[in-house]
């Protein structure tokens, strides 16, 4: 029983931080959504070809559900603001960057976490117009297990990107 002690000892030191990497992975589930850029430019180069979106559901609390999103829209744009804003709606405006400025698209999700999207809205949406961009989060038509439509609880922006939390009841 002696020569085992050292052995679960020496076992626990290497398993430890296993086990607190395997914990922090598992808390870090972002989602990584893509919006797939549809182009009505002949030049294609002129428009991106996919938005990069991140979406982090808040750890559980009671009675209702937070997800945080954030996407890098000054990759594409400056001049970056709130244009308008409901409870269930967020749309954001930015002047296109020279290299995107005659871009005419727009953009839809098409991939979560390089799956294939099968939700059943299309609640973040994308326009690129006459030099502009907008970012669009419409949860109109999204329903919580309530049967209580969506809401945006916060819309804002971050060193000049647009950040946003949405829920529902549960």
């Known amino acids: 029983m002696i020569m085992f002690k050292p052995l679960i000892i020496g076992a626990s030191i290497v398993l430890l931080p296993l086990v607190s990497n395997l914990q922090a992975f598992a808390q870090n589930n972002s989602q990584k959504i ?7 430019n002949e030049q294609k180069s002129s428009c991106p ?3 990069l979106v991140i979406e982090k559901p808040r750890p559980y609390q009671e009675g209702s559900f937070t ?9 594409y744009a400056s001049n970056i603001s709130v244009l308008t804003s409901n409870e269930f709606s967020v749309t954001w405006v930015g ?20 799956q294939a999207y ?16 907008y970012f669009i989060l419409d949860l109109a038509g999204g329903f919580d297990p ?4 969506l809401v945006v609880l916060k ?5 000049g990107n647009p950040v946003w939390a949405w829920g529902g009841s549960d």
């Open 34 to 40: 893509e919006l797939k850029v549809y182009s009505q």
């Open 49 to 51: 070809d996919k938005v």
């Open 67 to 75: 997800t945080d999103g954030s996407v890098n829209l000054s990759a």
């Open 95 to 114: 002047q296109l960057k020279p290299r995107y400025a005659k871009c005419l698209a727009s953009a839809g999700m098409t991939k979560v976490d390089g």
């Open 118 to 133: 099968s939700g059943n809205i299309n609640y973040l949406r994308m326009h690129f117009v006459k030099g502009k961009v």
């Open 146 to 149: 309530n049967d209580y439509p």
């Open 155 to 159: 819309n804002s922006l971050r060193n």
